[in-house]
C-alpha cells in the first residue's frame, strides 16, 4: 500500500508540472536601448527617435511577441512561456529622456521595459530625477536594474584589469551591492538584475553576484537571440538598437538574420 501511495503522489506531481517537455525553451529578444530623442542631430548608433521605438514595439507585438521585464523572464515558470517569443526591452545608463519619450510610448503600447540605472547618476543633469525613478518602478510597467555605480566611470581597459584581479573583487561585489541599496531605497523594491558595463564581465564574477547578492538575472551586449530554457547561469545576449537600422530589420536580426 505504501508503494501504490508513494507512486500516486509521484504521478501527481508530475500531472501538476503540466505537459512541459525537457526541451522547453523561449526564444527571447532583449533589445538594447540608451537614449530616445526628437532632437535629430543627436541621433546615432545609441540614439534613437521615440517613433522609432514605438515602431519596434508595435511590430513585435503583432508578431505575437511579449513584453516582459528581466525578472519576470527569470522567475517564469516554464509551462507558460514554452514556444512563446518574448521581447526585452532593455535600457542603459537611465537618460532623462526614458522619462519623457520612453515612458509615455510604453504606456501606450502597454509594454514593459527594463532600465539599468548607475545610482550616483540619479538627480544629475541629464538623467532620471528621484522621484520619476520612483513613479516609474511603481507603475507596472518598468522594471529598475543594476548597470554598478563607480566602476561604470573607469575605462574598458582599467575595467577589464580589475575584473581579472581576484584581490578586486570584494570591491567589484561592494560596488554592485551599494547600487542596489541605492536604487532599492529610491525605488522601494529589491534590484534583481544587473546589465554589466560595456557588457564586459566574468564568469566568476557574474556566477557571485547571483550566488552572493541574490541576483537573479544578467546581461551582456554578445549580440544574438536567445533561446531560454529557465537557465540564468549567464548572462542573456543583447542585440544594440542604432537610429540606422528600420523596425524589419530590427525584427529579422531578433529572428536569427544578422547583418
Same mark, same amino acid.
Given at each position: 500500500?505504501?508503494?501504490?501511495?508513494? +507512486?500516486?503522489?509521484?504521478?501527481?506531481?508530475?500531472?501538476?508540472?503540466?505537459?512541459?517537455?525537457?526541451?522547453?525553451?523561449?526564444k +527571447?529578444? *532583449? =533589445?538594447?536601448?540608451?537614449?530616445?530623442?526628437?532632437?535629430?542631430? !543627436?541621433?546615432?548608433?545609441?540614439?534613437?527617435?521615440?517613433?522609432?521605438?514605438?515602431?519596434?514595439i508595435?511590430?513585435?507585438?503583432?508578431?505575437?511577441?511579449?513584453?516582459? /521585464?528581466?525578472?519576470?523572464?527569470? @522567475?517564469?515558470?516554464? *509551462?507558460d512561456?514554452?514556444? !512563446?517569443?518574448?521581447?526585452? =526591452?532593455?535600457?542603459? %545608463?537611465?537618460?532623462?529622456?526614458?522619462?519623457?519619450?520612453?515612458f509615455?510610448v510604453?504606456?501606450?503600447?502597454?509594454?514593459?521595459? /527594463?532600465? &539599468?540605472?548607475?545610482?550616483?547618476?540619479?538627480?544629475?543633469?541629464?538623467y532620471?530625477?528621484?522621484?520619476?525613478?520612483y513613479?516609474? *518602478?511603481?507603475?507596472?510597467?518598468?522594471?529598475?536594474?543594476?548597470? /554598478?555605480?563607480?566602476?561604470h566611470?573607469?575605462?574598458?581597459?582599467?575595467l577589464?584589469?580589475?575584473?581579472?584581479? @581576484?584581490? *578586486?573583487?570584494? %570591491?567589484? =561585489?561592494? %560596488?554592485?551591492?551599494?547600487?542596489?541599496?541605492i =536604487?532599492?531605497? +529610491? $525605488?522601494?523594491?529589491?534590484v534583481?538584475?544587473?546589465?554589466?558595463?560595456?557588457?564586459?564581465?566574468? $564568469?566568476?564574477?557574474?556566477?557571485?553576484?547571483?550566488?552572493?547578492?541574490?541576483?537573479?538575472?544578467?546581461?551582456?551586449?554578445?549580440?544574438?537571440?536567445n533561446?531560454?530554457?529557465?537557465? @540564468?547561469?549567464?548572462?542573456?545576449? !543583447?542585440m544594440?538598437?542604432?537610429?540606422?537600422?528600420? @523596425?524589419?530589420?530590427? &525584427?529579422? !536580426?531578433?529572428?536569427?538574420?544578422?547583418?
Open positions: 500500500m505504501k508503494k501504490i501511495i508513494a +507512486v500516486m503522489a509521484v504521478l501527481i506531481t508530475l500531472f501538476s508540472m503540466g505537459n512541459v517537455s525537457a526541451s522547453a525553451a523561449a +527571447v529578444a *532583449a =533589445l538594447m536601448y540608451h537614449s530616445v530623442t526628437t532632437d535629430s542631430s !543627436r541621433w546615432n548608433d545609441y540614439t534613437i527617435s521615440p517613433e522609432q521605438l514605438d515602431a519596434d508595435q511590430y513585435f507585438k503583432s508578431c505575437g511577441y511579449i513584453p516582459m /521585464t528581466a525578472t519576470e523572464l527569470a @522567475t517564469a515558470n516554464m *509551462a512561456i514554452d514556444n !512563446r517569443k518574448i521581447l526585452l =526591452l532593455t535600457f542603459d %545608463d537611465g537618460y532623462s529622456n526614458f522619462y519623457t519619450e520612453v509615455p510604453l504606456k501606450k503600447n502597454d509594454a514593459k521595459a /527594463t532600465m &539599468f540605472l548607475i545610482g550616483s547618476y540619479i538627480d544629475r543633469y541629464g532620471l530625477t528621484a522621484d520619476e525613478t513613479e516609474m *518602478a511603481n507603475s507596472g510597467l518598468v522594471e529598475i536594474g543594476n548597470h /554598478t555605480n563607480g566602476i566611470s573607469m575605462p574598458k581597459e582599467q577589464k584589469a580589475i575584473y581579472n584581479n @581576484t584581490n *578586486a573583487y570584494g %570591491d567589484i =561585489l561592494g %560596488d554592485i551591492q551599494s547600487n542596489g541599496e =536604487l532599492k531605497e +529610491v $525605488t522601494g523594491k529589491d534583481t538584475s544587473i546589465s554589466w558595463p560595456y557588457g564586459y564581465y566574468t $564568469t566568476t564574477l557574474d556566477n557571485a553576484v547571483k550566488s552572493q547578492l541574490g541576483y537573479k538575472i544578467s546581461f551582456s551586449t554578445v549580440y544574438g537571440v533561446f531560454f530554457t529557465g537557465n @540564468t547561469y549567464s548572462p542573456l545576449k !543583447r544594440n538598437r542604432e537610429y540606422s537600422a528600420g @523596425t524589419q530589420q530590427v &525584427f529579422d !536580426r531578433a529572428n536569427g538574420k544578422f547583418y
